[in-house]
């Protein structure tokens, strides 16, 4: 059954072999090459949750979405709502590491967003919109082992600032929980980096161990079917083809 690509941003399959990771997004408000992935330091051709993916080494590989700073502004202005969709395969990590934002980690007056892994395999989640204090959403973590350890997991979070939410799947519906906004969001400026993959957005530290594959951006909330859809009992579901 083809996937439902409204407001779908940015997709990628992480299936090259080499050379820039394409957004693979053919929706009508896509990002196009804008979004395509620049990689360094990354393995290529590792086994995926559908065919291959890339893996981060947890030193100095990192992956980043062009250089534009408002292309992603979707995810934290002023009444946003939309999804990002990943399946990850980590270990534990040794203290907060990003797996994809465009705010920096302990930088209070950042904007953007940031998914990270951290400590006793915890995922952690902020939204930043410049201001210090409060944050709408201020790395926010979940309980201890919410990510496997050397196993795929799909997570699927949902962000939400007119009902002032985030709420996080894994795998579905296997475990979720809901993250409440401090305050909305009060900007509708850009973000303060370029999104990246596997480093820290502000800096080059903070880096990931492990692989991802199968990562997707929408600008809207996707259905509980269509998140089921997508997670396809542990197998995954492609969005295209």
């Not at 990270?116 to 939204?127: D, E, M």
């Amino acid at each position: 059954t083809p996937f439902d690509d409204t407001g779908l941003k940015c997709y990628w399959k992480y299936d090259g072999s080499s050379g820039d990771i394409e957004n693979k997004s053919e929706s009508s408000v896509d990002l196009g090459s804008g979004a395509d992935l620049q990689t360094d330091g990354v393995t290529y051709d590792e086994s995926g949750i559908i065919d291959y993916a890339i893996s981060f080494n947890g030193t100095d590989s990192k992956a980043t979405a062009g250089t534009s700073t408002s292309q992603f502004n979707f995810c934290h202005v002023t009444d946003h709502e939309w999804t990002l969709n990943f399946w990850l395969y980590a270990n534990n990590q040794s203290g907060g590491k990003n797996i994809l934002g465009t705010n920096a980690i302990s930088v209070g007056t950042s904007t953007g967003f940031q998914v990270g892994a951290s400590t006793n395999n915890r995922l952690f989640i902020s939204l930043c919109d410049g201001t210090a204090s409060p944050r709408p959403i201020n790395d926010n973590y979940s309980s201890n082992n919410f990510i496997g350890s050397n196993t795929w997991q799909m997570f699927t979070i949902t962000f939400s600032d007119p009902e002032e939410e985030a709420i996080v799947y894994r795998d579905f519906d296997e475990a979720t929980y809901t993250i409440n906004y401090e305050t909305p969001s009060r900007t509708t400026g850009d973000a303060s980096y370029p999104l990246k993959q596997g480093e820290n957005a502000g800096s080059s530290d903070n880096n990931l161990a492990g692989r991802i594959d199968e990562c997707s951006m929408f600008d809207r909330i996707l259905e509980q079917s269509e998140i089921e859809a997508l997670f396809n009992s542990g197998l995954a579901k492609a969005i295209y083809g």
